[in-house]
């Protein structure tokens, strides 16, 4: 009897939803000509792994892995944050739940144990995402609690950085802070001021880190030290609604594709960022 | 003067006959269906599709209509007229509840198989609903009335009844949790009837919570935490599920007072305790929402602070509950939640909400005055997790306090 109730709910959950095509959250990552993008689960948070060889349409690629990590559906609306570098996703677990604890939301998620470990069934696969221990606490969220407690205009994103650092960025009442774990302490920058009121991504590409705005302005920053300088901004003809990315890691390239040839296309990924594509320079 | 008088009613039988009908016939209402601008399109609580129209037909379909006050509802209907000599037309009317009738209209019957059928069509009612006043009808009666003298006598012809919604100002604007669901108009409106301010709409909304019992418009229960491991967390899964997590509950108390237009920003609180590091090792990250027993102080030599030590194996919860290996502390039955004298009590974050300065927690239908009355009155103990698979536990509510962060649903 344990827990086959929720597990029929759940699968009944799953089957309603098997077949309705979901929004790709935020990117698409290429590492060793495989891509990886991830939908999200909107009953339980969770994120739901898609995987396949770049020479691939991706949308004929129905089986996903789903993963212990997610994002909850609220307004304002901030897709699920993740990077994935040698096999190993980085994300903020931003699921709704009374047991996960922002404080421990920072997860690190080796896929290939992530896919082996699927005879888990989905309640098993919620409560991992609370119980797998975060690689750092969530400094970052304390500090800006600190500064204010009232959320207002707050996103955040995260990425892996040069060497195995964290990225990661973070706003709240117009303030942007960027902040860098190099696996035992954190730094951040100093208040950058900003105008959100949507969802940001943040990008790194070798020791550039950028923040993509929704409207498509791009402020390129380089950090030496404590010291966080902005290179450069460029406005692109974009915005992360209608957009996805695309996170070459082979070429250390950043593109981005209209939603829509992304939902309509028959051709592999590679043909399609050939044809599609537009890059972004950072 | 007598014969006068016998011979002038004799005229007056004799004559009346001639001007009124002198067919047998019967009417009915087969479907009748609201619009207008004031019109509040109502979801299904279930898939959350608006409900459309027809609102109301013969064959038992009975969906409500929800306006905003102050706004004029606009009525049509059809009607079947079986007869063998039909009129070419007749005029309908109807008189409605609180005096918010319908006006005449000719009607032309149109032969349908072996009857008639004639069409009101969409008209506004004569008067509007009383402004800035949240009402109730349940129902809304329309007394539908047919004339075949251009309105000079009218024969009652057939009667609808409908649930009515109406609101006390235009509802907050949809997002992507907060839409305008059918239960949260049937327990807005019916627990708000005759509310004109802010203040007096969420005093009488919140009283819904004070029992326990939050019922959808069906009749059945919203659990808090049906089940021990529920995954739900949003108002559109509780009304769907009616098996919910805390953040529901907040949620469905401000979708009560939004759907009636008021504004309240930073409504929406959510509290965990503050990550304070234990001597132990590790920090503080869970309560536990009363009643738990506590026994043996397993762990009191090894973290004397936290000494009450349950160790689990793979999962501690289950749908009826919580399973620990060893149990230092046990679950008991405590504060009651909605439609549940013993729901899920071991927690990292809890969802609550402010309004004017008081913070309402619709899962328990208690308020607080200051966030650190919380942990007083509902807590029994802080957790911490100091190795896999085991929680660690201390009675001393004083080794830490609950964070808040504010956001406006």
Not at chain 2, 34 to 41: H, K, P, R
Not at chain 2, 45 to 64: C, E, F, V
Request: with cysteine.
């Amino acid at each position: 009897m344990k827990n086959t109730l929720l597990v029929s709910l759940l699968l009944t959950i799953f089957a309603q939803f098997a077949f309705a095509q979901k929004a790709i959250e935020r990117k698409i990552i290429i590492e060793h000509a495989q891509f990886y993008y991830c939908t999200v689960n909107n009953d339980l948070q969770l994120a739901e792994l898609h995987n396949g060889n770049v020479q691939q349409n991706i949308n004929n690629v129905s089986a996903y892995n789903i993963l212990p990590v997610g994002r909850e559906i609220s307004d304002p609306f901030v897709p699920l944050c993740f990077d994935i570098n040698k096999g190993e996703m980085l994300a903020i677990n931003w699921i709704l739940n009374s047991n996960n604890s922002r404080n421990d939301a920072l997860k690190k998620i080796n896929l290939a144990e992530a896919i082996k470990s699927q005879n888990l069934n989905p309640a098993q696969v919620l409560e991992q995402s609370f119980l797998i221990p975060p690689i750092a606490a969530y400094e970052p969220w304390q500090f800006m609690l600190r500064r204010n407690n009232t959320l207002s205009n707050n996103f955040f994103d995260i990425a892996w950085g040069k060497d195995n650092t964290v990225l990661l960025a973070l706003c709240n009442q117009n303030e942007l802070f960027i902040w860098m774990y190099n696996g035992s302490e954190w730094k951040h920058s100093d208040a950058i001021p900003v105008n959100f009121h949507q969802y940001f991504s943040l990008i790194a590409v070798g020791t550039k880190i950028g923040i993509l705005s929704s409207e498509g302005v791009l402020n390129t920053y380089s950090v030496t030290g404590n010291q966080w300088k902005l290179q450069k901004q460029i406005k692109y003809p974009m915005n992360l609604q209608t957009s996805t990315l695309v996170i070459d890691k082979d070429n250390q390239k950043v593109l981005y594709l209209n939603n829509n040839d992304v939902e309509q296309s028959k051709l592999s990924l590679t043909q399609l960022m050939k044809s599609k594509a537009k890059k972004i320079i950072l | 003067m007598k014969k006068l008088l016998l011979l002038f009613l004799s005229i007056l039988l004799y004559v009346e006959p001639i001007w009124a009908q002198d067919f047998q016939y019967s009417i009915s209402a087969s479907q009748v269906q609201f619009s207008g601008t004031g019109y509040i399109n109502i979801r299904q609580d279930s898939l959350a599709t608006i409900y459309t129209a027809p609102h109301w037909n013969a064959t038992g379909l009975r969906l409500p209509a929800g306006f905003v006050s102050g706004s004029i509802m606009k009525v049509g209907a059809n009607f079947t007229f079986n007869c063998s000599q039909a009129p070419d037309s007749l005029s309908i009317r109807a008189l409605g509840s609180d005096s918010i009738n319908l006006p005449m209209q000719t009607v032309h019957l149109v032969p349908s198989s072996s009857s008639f059928t004639c069409t009101y069509k969409d008209t506004l009612a004569t008067k509007s609903f009383i402004a800035g006043t949240v009402n109730y009808y349940a129902p809304f009666n329309f007394y539908w009335q047919i004339s075949f003298d251009h309105g000079v006598t009218w024969i009652n012809a057939d009667t609808t009844d409908h649930k009515i919604y109406v609101t006390r100002s235009a509802p907050m604007v949809e997002t992507a949790n907060f839409k305008y669901f059918h239960t949260v108009l049937e327990l807005s409106c019916k627990d708000a009837k005759g509310e004109t301010t802010d203040t007096g709409i969420i005093s009488k909304c919140w009283n819904e919570f004070l029992d326990h019992v939050v019922l959808n418009y069906k009749g059945d229960s919203l659990f808090y935490y049906k089940t021990f491991n529920s995954p739900y967390v949003t108002l559109p899964n509780l009304l769907r599920y009616r098996n919910a997590e805390c953040y529901t509950f907040a949620q469905l108390f401000l979708a009560l007072i939004k759907i009636q237009g008021v504004v309240r920003t930073n409504n929406y609180v959510y509290i965990t305790p503050n990550p304070v590091a234990s001597p132990c090792g590790g920090t503080i990250n869970r309560f536990l929402v009363k009643n738990w027993n506590f026994g043996v102080k397993s762990d009191s030599v090894a973290c004397p602070s936290f000494p009450y030590k349950n160790t689990y194996s793979g999962s501690y919860i289950t749908p009826s509950g919580y399973v620990f290996t060893t149990a230092d502390a046990t679950d008991q039955v405590g504060i009651n939640g909605q439609c549940n004298n013993n729901p899920s009590s071991f927690f990292n974050n809890h969802q609550i909400t402010k309004i004017d300065g008081v913070y309402y927690d619709a899962c328990y239908g208690v308020t607080f005055k200051l966030l650190t009355d919380i942990k007083t009155t509902a807590f029994d103990g802080w957790g911490i997790q100091l190795s896999a698979n085991t929680y660690n536990f201390t009675t001393d509510m004083s080794k830490d306090d609950l964070q808040e962060s504010i956001t406006t649903w």
